[in-house]
Every structure is written in structure tokens, then in C-alpha cells.
């Protein structure tokens, strides 16, 4: 992997650490913030994990490579789930998708079988665990979204029919590839 990509989405991450919505998913504390997510397609009262994830990785790519931030517009949704498939089945972007970890990366989740999921962007990885930076979410690892957080994570695929259960992960598209 280009480092540059890594450090890029981590640097545009970081930075989002703490914003916090208001409750409900009615908007959000900072008005920068609520501005760039607006930008990104967010509208109260979507959920918001998607939205997150779409503007960190646009950002980055923005200042890294236009075409592939233009790409990103059409292969990124409002959807967890829906994103990582769209990667998937993308013939120039499938081959980013992997059951391994790193740094930069894109996590996605499917709660149960359903099509409702929960994504963010992968930090740091050791061994079976990862620290992931994640929006509509809290700090606290519970259900409720309320903030970017950092979360503990385990690598494991074991199927949960009510809970999320892991897809799989979209490694950041090398620059030097287009």
C-alpha cells in the first residue's frame, strides 16, 4: 500500500474526533461540520455512519487525486451495506476489497441479513483487534450514535443473526494506479 493514501484518510479522520451530533440525528453540534456533511448528501434525520466514511474518504482522495474522489461520488451511498457492495461488484475497484485489515481501510458491517449496516475507517490493526474511527456512534461502543469515536474491534466473521456482522474491507485505491 501507498502510505501517502493511508496517512491522507487518517490525517482527515483524526480531525473528526469528538463532533458530536444533536440528538436524533437532527444535525450537529458544529456547524463546519453539519456544512461538510450537508455537502456529502447528509439530511436530518438519516443515520449518519455512511455519510462519515463518505466525506473522510472524498476529502482525502480530493486532495490526493480528483478521479478518484469523482469515482467515489458514484461507488459511495448512504448505505453501509450498499457501499461495500458497490466496491465489490465495481470492475475497477473490486480488487481493494478484502477480509484483512489495514490502516485507512473501510469497514463495513450487516446487522443480521438485513440490508441496515454500519460502516467507518479502520486506524490501527494488531493481531485480531483494530481501533476504528467511526460516526453515529459513541465512544462507549453502545448502540447509540452521538459522536465520531474510536472503537475497539475484533476480526471475526462468526455470523450473528441480530447484531452486526463483519463484511469485509475496502483498502484505500492506490493513486498510482490511474
Given at each position: 500500500?501507498?502510505?501517502?493514501?493511508?496517512?491522507?484518510?487518517?490525517?482527515?479522520?483524526?480531525?473528526?474526533?469528538?463532533?458530536?451530533?444533536?440528538?436524533?440525528?437532527?444535525?450537529?453540534?458544529?456547524?463546519?461540520?453539519?456544512?461538510?456533511?450537508?455537502?456529502?448528501?447528509?439530511?436530518?434525520?438519516?443515520?449518519?455512519?455512511?455519510?462519515?466514511?463518505?466525506?473522510?474518504?472524498?476529502?482525502?482522495?480530493?486532495?490526493?487525486?480528483?478521479?478518484?474522489?469523482h469515482d467515489l461520488r458514484s461507488i459511495m451511498s448512504p448505505s453501509a451495506t450498499a457501499t461495500f457492495n458497490n466496491f465489490r461488484r465495481s470492475p475497477s475497484y473490486k480488487r481493494y476489497v478484502s477480509k484483512?485489515?489495514?490502516?485507512?481501510?473501510?469497514?463495513?458491517?450487516?446487522?443480521?441479513?438485513?440490508?441496515?449496516?454500519?460502516?467507518?475507517?479502520?486506524?490501527?490493526?494488531?493481531?485480531?483487534?483494530?481501533?476504528?474511527?467511526?460516526?453515529?456512534?459513541?465512544?462507549?461502543?453502545?448502540?447509540?450514535?452521538?459522536?465520531?469515536?474510536?472503537?475497539?474491534?475484533?476480526?471475526?466473521?462468526?455470523?450473528?443473526?441480530?447484531?452486526?456482522?463483519?463484511?469485509?474491507?475496502?483498502?484505500?485505491?492506490?493513486?498510482?494506479?490511474?
Amino acid at each position: 500500500m501507498n502510505l501517502n493514501e493511508e496517512r491522507k484518510i487518517l490525517e482527515v479522520a483524526k480531525g473528526y474526533l469528538g463532533e458530536h451530533e444533536i440528538s436524533g440525528n437532527k444535525g450537529f453540534v458544529n456547524p463546519e461540520f453539519e456544512e461538510q456533511m450537508r455537502i456529502v448528501g447528509w439530511q436530518p434525520p438519516f443515520a449518519w455512519c455512511s455519510y462519515f466514511t463518505m466525506l473522510v474518504w472524498r476529502m482525502a482522495y480530493g486532495q490526493l487525486n480528483s478521479y478518484i474522489e469523482h469515482d467515489l461520488r458514484s461507488i459511495m451511498s448512504p448505505s453501509a451495506t450498499a457501499t461495500f457492495n458497490n466496491f465489490r461488484r465495481s470492475p475497477s475497484y473490486k480488487r481493494y476489497v478484502s477480509k484483512e485489515p489495514v490502516p485507512g481501510a473501510i469497514i463495513a458491517f450487516q446487522y443480521g441479513k438485513d440490508w441496515r449496516g454500519h460502516i467507518g475507517i479502520v486506524e490501527t490493526v494488531r493481531g485480531k483487534s483494530m481501533v476504528c474511527i467511526e460516526g453515529n456512534t459513541n465512544s462507549k461502543g453502545g448502540r447509540e450514535g452521538i459522536e465520531v469515536a474510536r472503537i475497539n474491534r475484533q476480526l471475526d466473521f462468526t455470523f450473528r443473526e441480530k447484531g452486526l456482522n463483519l463484511m469485509g474491507f475496502v483498502h484505500p485505491p492506490l493513486i498510482d494506479n490511474h
